[in-house]
């Protein structure tokens, strides 16, 4: 044996009596692996090494697999130790041999039982001898094997597998034959055997099925042929024996299917309560109301009113939705616009407050007694006449007598005017009232939904209609009451036609503008507009919300009526009159948006100031279009004092604005006195509508100065005075003091969060990337090269191991033949030396 | 003349002819008269077409008379020197040559009386034909002096005539802008102008003088009216112009000289504003001042009493003047005390409403954009805005909302007037004093631009947007004002009425019943349809 695997194993020896403990602490046996950093939270298995072990480790395992099949090689027989645990080297070898020695016991007895009969071990479960039961079950499956399957495999298995149970074996003879016609079967054989047994089961079961259903079809065929026979004969039969049998089953199928089919009591849409529809109403003029304010506010509206442009013409706008209106004759319409009429009539009553309850309640219950009548008409009858029509409205049967008289002279249908000069022909000579029928019905009979070149006709008619307005109110005098009866139609085209309405009522605002402007451009002494203009502006209002922060239509109306009040001069009680419709209409734009408007308050100062005589000491310039002196700058000076004690307040005439007869002085100063009530009507509006503007006081200054200073109330009438002392208290009431102005905060703006991105990192130091399969191919290469290192290197240890072994066999042989040669010289020496000692002897 | 005697010839047809004959028969006469002098007696019914009343016999008498002594001149066959009378002429011993040409002296003489009279009086052709004429007379004069002069040593220029005409153009009684815009082709001529310059002062002088200044509108309009149309050339090089060449010393002639040139435009300009001016004609002088009169004096300074004088006045004067300041001050170093407490008295609600507003604004912008004004001023401007504000229609507002947010921006410290946190809450009355004059003692740097947040509530959105601005912080960058100053309703108008992407036009859901009704019943309680 070679020096060093000598000491190897010499130290393997030593190595192998240590405890492992012993080993890891010797510093010599214990490599320590360097680590280049330190990783938070990884353990490593490998920091220390125990290189002698594993090398010791590796020279056994070889010792015992790679040495041994060398040994072996080239033998054509070998040995194979099968005793029990010889190649277990876990087992300590005492416990090897004395299981060896139990095993070779239990072979001994097992063999002497063979022959040893009588004395026998019974196995029992439950108390039963386990031979017994096999006896039974294999008797009991004979009965049962056709019928149920599970059994039957469930019992032939268990045989085999209790097989492993330790079973002292039965002493019979069949159970001796039996087992032995088990054995010879083998378990492949039996399980074979069982599956075809379970598939022929199948397959007897499904014939089985088959043939029933053939034969149930077989009868049903023949059933049917008899039966065709017996219906053919049987109504024959009945009929002439019993008629009146036939309609009975017949009822009661009716019965039973109506019964079947009756409705089953399902919910239907209850009837509002009057509650209910007004919290409805209200609602939805809340909704609107919350646009309105949204608008104001200058938001973007969403789709505001959208639901609004769909409305019919005689949308009440209470929701009642008239769903046959198709199915109506024109009668029909024509009541229902009475009834249009007499709500309207109740509505107004309800405004004013003045109309008597009891009227009012009339109204209603007429109304609401045509309305449940209609409906019920409605359900009963399609077509029905005027004449039935007229029962319900007992009460006011003189006034739709009169009605009736005046509508039958017009025609139900009407043709929609194409141009202008039909409009102006199809109105004329009409009273107002039927000439408001005339559209309403024109615009039913040429709605939209009917036919489609409607639509175009109908837009058209609107703008036809404004220029009607304009005509009416030019007239002299002028016919506004036309024009008041009107509206409602207006109204409706306009809720029809948003778009048309809008541009027409642009164009009119825009050219009048641009007419100002040019002649600002060149004489600088513009006309206040005519009464069309205000009569458009008015409706404007009407139509369009004057309250929304931008408006097409009514920003630039507001604009028209500034560059009236800033740039137009006013030359006469005329242009007084007009300017003080402006100013209201400016007024009413604003009353619920409560906008600022410095050219009216200006205005109205400059109205003010019209009324003061000396201008000279009133520490407040006066603004264009006022002049602090001319002609017209005393327009509202009273000529006599003493007029005003006959003055009483009346209203102004809106054709006041266009042709104004004041022929005596007393006529002249009334009308004086007027416009200055209104004027002060109007600042007191004016200051109820600011007094929330922080710079109410200083807006106010001027008023308040030529209120206290300058228009003493002594010699205006009462009604007057009260104004006079109401504004001043109104502006002497506001508060003067406010807090200074701050920026509005703002909201601090937040750090930038920056929240880690996590990426899952499946194997580190992979490319990463690439598609699953290049992936998995990668994965496979790199398993493969390390793998193929490590048998490299198992090779090549193994190699060297064999080398080594092969050189100490070598070795082991050479020394040996030294040895026997030493051995040999050292015999064939001692017999030369006795030979010679011989010899010496013989010589001797 | 024959035919112009049947003046009375009913048909026009008729009269037509005849002018065409007696054009004709003129002509003759004309070539009669210069082709022998036996005709000479026929120049008297030439002068006796000049005084004709029909203007077609006036022109071509006019057109015979140019002519006739055109030519006349050329030939030096008029009287040169001082001119003896007629009656002397018989009597005093001078040839036929000489009786000739002093008889031919007073009939041009007397036909350039007849043409002055036709320039102030005449039909527009008439008077066009008779300055055209005159006009020739002085060029033919020019080269053709009628004075015996030793000519190289006086220049030679047609004084008399060209002072004639001026004077006449100037006239007392009538307007005669036309043919003063007639005569300006003229004075592009440099020598013209430059005596017209002169000539016009003496005029000036001589007339305000003698009325004490009092009621002369029509004169002093017309006056405008020439001087505002003169204009002197910018370089010495331009002035080639003339209608004299001046044979020997051109070059030292006082009307080929620039500066000579500034010297009587400057004197004539402050001959006239000497005078007391009319309101209109005070507004009219200071509208054209900054850029056609002061460019062209000799010394701008010189106008810096009228100018203050004018900035004193107050109202729409001040506002003008205030352009003529700028320049002085800006390129000519005039120092104005309180020059800004002025600028400052100046902002009234008037200001808004004058035609001059866009050229106020654009000037105030300019005087407050230094950096280096007081915080106390510029709060006091700005406050002052602000008041006037309340009072001013939307097209205005639209300039001073972002005039004063430039303000406030150029000057850092004002922005106490919209953010003034350290005050706490306690509610005060407004410090401000309105009526104070001088920014000093305003106190409007205590106080704080409440207008402002009240014109939030403004009716028109654009103002309202651009008062919503105080809000928040105002940007860094300036807004440009100049884009806003000459805005009108009309065109504010077209911005709500041009847009063309209408998604859905809101409507009114209240349900209009009656014209009078709605929107608080304003109008229906105040007036009645009947």
Known sequence: MGKVPKKRSLADKVRKTKTSAEIKNNPFEVKINRKKFEVLGRKSKHDVGLPGVSRSKANNKRKETLLKEYKLKNKSSKLIDRRFGEYDTNMAPEDKILKRFAMERQRAHDKKDVYNLNEEEELTHYGQ?????????????????????????????????????????????????????????????????????????????????????????????EWKSIQALMVKKTPKSESADQ?????????????????????????????????????????????????????????????????????????????????????????????????????????????????????????????????????????????????????????????KAQQEAAKAELPYTFA????????????????????????????????????????????????????????????SPPDLTTVDKLIPELYTLCQMFPDEACKSLQNIFGDAACCIEKVLDCTGQPDLPKLDMLVYLKVTALLF??????????????????????????????????????????????????????????????????????????????????????????????????????????????????????????????????????????????????KDLLSFNHIFQPVRTLLSKHLSAQTLPEPVQELHREILELISGAPVTRSPLVLEKKKPIPLKLLTPKIVEVLDYGKKRGSSREEREKEKLKHKYKKEFKGALREIRKDSRFLAREKLNEVMNRDAERKRKVKELFGSLATQEGEWKALKRRKKK | MASTKKRNVSSAKTTERSIKIAKLDLDSKVDDILESRKHANDVFDILEGLQSEREKSVISAVNACSRLFCSLLERKELFMGKLPGEDEVLSGGYSAEEKYQIFMRHRYN????????????????????????????????????????????????????????????????????LQISRFQEFLEM??????????????????????????????????????????????????????????????????????????????????????????????????????????????????????????????????????GLFVLIHQHNLDYPDFYRKLYNLLEPSVFYVKYRARFFHLTNIFLSSSHLPVYLVAAFAKRLARLALTVPPTALLIVLPFLYNLIRRHPSCRVLIHRPSAGDEPLEDPYLMDEEDPAQCRALESSLWEIKTLQKHYHPDVAKAAMLINTPLS??????????????????????????????????????????GGGDVLGQNFSLD
């Open chain 2, 190 to 323: 440099e020598d013209i102008r430059y005596y017209a310059m002169s000539f016009i002062r003496e005029s000036v002088g001589r007339v305000m003088d003698k009325n004490k200044g009092a009621g002369m509108l029509l004169y002093q309009r017309n006056v405008f009216t020439i001087m505002s149309n003169i204009s002197v050339p910018s370089q010495e090089s331009e002035l080639t112009n003339f209608m004299v060449k001046q044979e020997a010393k051109h070059e030292d002639w006082k009307a080929a000289k620039l500066l000579e040139h500034k010297r009587a435009f400057e004197r004539m300009w402050l001959g006239f504003l000497k005078y007391k001016l009319p309101n209109s004609m005070y507004k009219k002088v200071l509208v054209i001042l900054h850029d056609s009169i002061l460019p062209h004096m000799s010394k701008p300074t010189l106008m810096i009493d009228f100018l203050t004088a004018a900035y004193e006045v107050g109202g729409a004067i001040s506002l003008l003047a205030l352009n």
């Open chain 1, 129 to 221: 001898s386990l031979a017994e039961m096999e006896k039974f079950n294999d008797i009991g499956n004979s009965d049962d094997e056709s019928e149920e399957k599970g059994l039957l495999s469930a019992d032939r298995l268990p045989l085999r597998r209790r097989g492993g149970l330790l079973r002292k074996k039965s002493s019979g003879d069949q159970q001796q034959e039996e087992e032995g016609s088990h054995r010879a079967k083998s378990r492949q054989e039996l399980i074979e055997e069982l599956i075809q047994k379970s598939k022929q089961e199948k397959r007897e079961r499904q014939v089985q099925k088959e043939e029933s259903q053939e034969l149930t079809e077989q009868l049903d065929k």
């Open chain 1, 243 to 399: 008629p009146e049998e036939k309609p009975k089953p017949e009822e009661y199928d009716k019965m039973v299917r109506e019964l079947v089919f009756e409705m089953k009591a399902q919910p239907s849409e209850r009837l509002k309560t009057p509650e209910e529809i007004a919290r409805e109403a209200r609602e939805k003029l809340q909704k609107l109301e919350a646009d309105r304010l949204r608008r104001m506010m200058g938001e973007e509206a969403v789709d505001s009113t959208q639901s609004q442009t769909h409305m019919s013409a005689d949308d009440l706008n209470d929701g009642f939705i008239l769903d046959k209106e198709d199915q109506k004759t024109l009668s029909y319409q024509v009541r229902e616009e009475k009834c249009f009429i007499s709500e309207e009539e109740g509505d107004e009553e309800e405004e004013d407050g003045e109309g008597s309850s009891e009227e009012e309640e009339d109204e209603e219950d007429g109304h609401s007694d045509l309305e449940s009548e209609q409906e019920s008409e409605d359900e009963e009858h399609n077509k029905e006449d005027e004449v039935i029509s007229t029962k319900p409205s007992l009460s006011k049967e003189e006034l």
């Open chain 2, 476 to 517: 860094e960058k300036e807004d440009d004002i100049d884009a806003v100053l000459e805005i009108t309703t009309f065109e504010m108008m077209e911005r709500d009425l041009n847009q063309t992407q209408i998604k859905s036009v809101p409507l009114e859901f209240e349900t209009a019943t009656q014209l009078l009704k």
């Open chain 2, 110 to 177: 007397s036909s350039v009386e007849m043409l002055l009279e036709h320039l102030s009086l005449g039909h527009p052709e008439v008077y066009e034909s008779a300055l055209c004429c005159l006009m020739k007379f002085a060029a033919a004069e020019g080269q053709h002096p009628l004075e015996d002069l030793d000519w190289t040593e006086h220049y030679s220029f047609p004084r008399h005539l060209i002072q004639a005409v001026v004077d006449r153009l100037l006239s007392k009684t009538r307007d005669n802008s």
């Open chain 1, 416 to 475: 929609v005017p194409e141009v202008y000069g039909d409009l102006q022909n199809l109105l004329d000579g009409h009273t107002p009232d039927n000439k408001r029928i005339i559209l309403a019905r024109t615009q039913k009979c040429n709605h939209p939904s009917l036919a489609v070149g409607n639509k175009l006709k109908l837009q058209k008619l609107f703008g036809f209609l404004l220029k009607y307005f304009g005509e009416m109110t030019n007239l």
């Open chain 1, 545 to 690: 919300p004057t309250s929304d922060f931008r408006h097409p239509v009514t920003t630039p109306a507001l604009l028209y009526i500034s560059l009236n009040l800033t740039k137009v001069p006013v030359r006469s009680l005329q242009d007084v009159t007009k300017c003080l419709v402006l100013c209201c209409l400016a007024v009413e734009y604003f009353s619920f948006s409560k906008r600022f408007m410095p050219e009216l308050i200006n205005f109205l100062v400059g109205m003010l100031q019209l009324a003061v005589q000396d201008k000279t000491s009133l520490g407040y310039t006066m603004v264009p279009p006022f002049r602090p002196s001319g002609k017209c700058s005393e327009l509202l000076v009273l000529s006599d004092s003493g007029s005003s004690k006959s003055w009483s307040k009346k209203r102004l005439q809106l054709s006041a604005t266009e042709r104004l007869e004041l022929n005596t002085d007393l006529d002249r100063d009334h009308h004086r006195l007027t416009c200055l009530s209104v004027t002060l009507d109007l600042l007191k509006r004016c200051c109820l509508l600011y």
